[in-house]
């Protein structure tokens, strides 16, 4: 049997119960006095068992399904939220096996998404390091990027040296070095930027 180390305060209502053994779990007030849950006291195993294998892979679940219900997340994303809400890593995991079942995440479909979104406007490069933060594997954005259509660099950059005025005749030396490291920022490739201004590097 263990007993309840510390209870400390979380947002919304809810408390983090610290177990003896350095595991950890979150309940609401009317839960504590239900489960009969105090500082320095014992936890009944019968109780332990019921918050841990019922009552809160339930909540992780309907948690996941209403953080996916608005907008399409990644794994990582799913996983940090339910961390983040102090749900033990077992029971998250729980969750997220849950609800890939139900493909309501799927990191292929999130990442083919976000390409068609952000490829008219982003570099392939940039596209897929922000994919990267985000949890998207290498594996996971090749399968996407093979369902999808890939970002007109060429488009891009040229529109870029409209947006700033720049001109390949005119420009001086120090005007295209400057030019060359805002769109390797940008995510474009050597190649594709000499081909776009037209200069040795």
Same mark, same amino acid.
């Given at each position: 049997m263990d007993y309840v180390d510390r209870i400390e305060a979380l947002s919304g209502g809810r408390y983090l119960v610290r177990l003896g053994d350095g595991r950890s779990?979150?309940?609401?007030? =009317?839960?504590?006095d239900e489960y009969g849950i105090r500082e320095g006291e014992s936890l +009944?195993?019968?109780?332990?068992?019921? /918050?841990?294998?019922? %009552?809160?892979?339930?909540? +992780?679940? %309907?948690?996941a399904m209403n953080y996916l219900q608005h907008m399409d997340r990644t794994e990582q994303q799913l996983r940090k939220k339910l961390s983040g809400l102090f749900y033990p890593g077992e029971i998250a995991?729980?969750?997220? +096996?849950?609800?890939?079942?139900?493909r309501y995440i799927d990191d292929v479909r999130y990442a083919a998404h976000y390409i068609e979104c952000h490829r008219e406007s982003r570099s392939l490069r940039r596209i897929e390091q922000d994919l990267y933060q985000k949890g998207i594997s290498r594996e996971d954005f090749q399968e996407a990027l093979s369902q999808s259509e890939t970002p007109d660099e060429e488009r891009q950059i040229q529109e870029?040296? $409209? =947006?700033?005025?720049?001109?390949? $005749?005119? +420009? $001086?030396?120090? $005007?295209?070095?400057?030019? /060359?490291r805002f769109l390797l920022r940008k995510g474009y490739s050597l190649s594709a930027i000499r081909g776009a201004l037209q200069v040795e590097m």
């Open positions: 779990f979150p309940l609401y007030k =009317k839960e504590l +009944a195993p019968e109780c332990e068992t019921q /918050i841990l294998q019922e %009552l809160l892979p339930k909540r +992780a679940k %309907l948690c995991q729980q969750a997220v +096996a849950y609800v890939k079942s139900y870029w040296l $409209e =947006k700033k005025h720049y001109s390949g $005749e005119q +420009a $001086e030396r120090s $005007e295209t070095e400057r030019m /060359i």
